[in-house]
Nanobody, 125 residues
Framework: QIQLVESGGGLVQTGGSLRLSCAASGLSFRRYTMGWFRQAPGKEREFVAAIRYNGYTYYRDSVKGRFTISRDMAKNTVSLQMTSLEPEDTAVYYC???????????????????WGQGTQVTVAS
């Protein structure tokens, strides 16, 4: 049984930083594409960042240069370092796992089979 458990959310001022972590278990972590998505109230879930088995990373345009996704193969964790946070970044952030590794749909939440419970990030203006 695959489990993804996020941590690290919280309240931060505009311009601040947060680091989200996702602990994965029950999967061959090295083979999976790991992604971060977010969902703000009244909005659809949207892609934030992903990292493939080979370490290649992908970001939505609005977070490029501010967010960094990374993975620790020894600890089966994926992290999202967020800097220069803006009120528009406020959302519930979800960790997700994709065992198929299809690059063309890496930004599509429907591609991911397993999800964490989410962690709230609130950026105060």
């Amino acid at each position: 049984q695959i489990q993804l458990v996020e941590s690290g959310g919280g309240l931060v001022q505009t311009g601040g930083s947060l680091r989200l972590s996702c602990a994965a278990s029950g999967l061959s972590f090295r083979r999976y594409t790991m992604g971060w998505f977010r969902q703000a109230p009244g909005k659809e879930r949207e892609f934030v960042a992903a990292i493939r088995y080979n370490g290649y990373t992908y970001y939505r345009d609005s977070v490029k240069g501010r967010f960094t996704i990374s993975r620790d193969m020894a600890k089966n964790t994926v992290s999202l370092q967020m800097t220069s946070l803006e009120p528009e970044d406020t959302a519930v952030y979800y960790c997700a796992a994709d065992g198929n590794g299809i690059l063309s749909t890496i930004r599509d939440p429907n591609t991911y089979e397993d999800w964490g419970q989410g962690t709230q990030v609130t950026v105060a203006s």
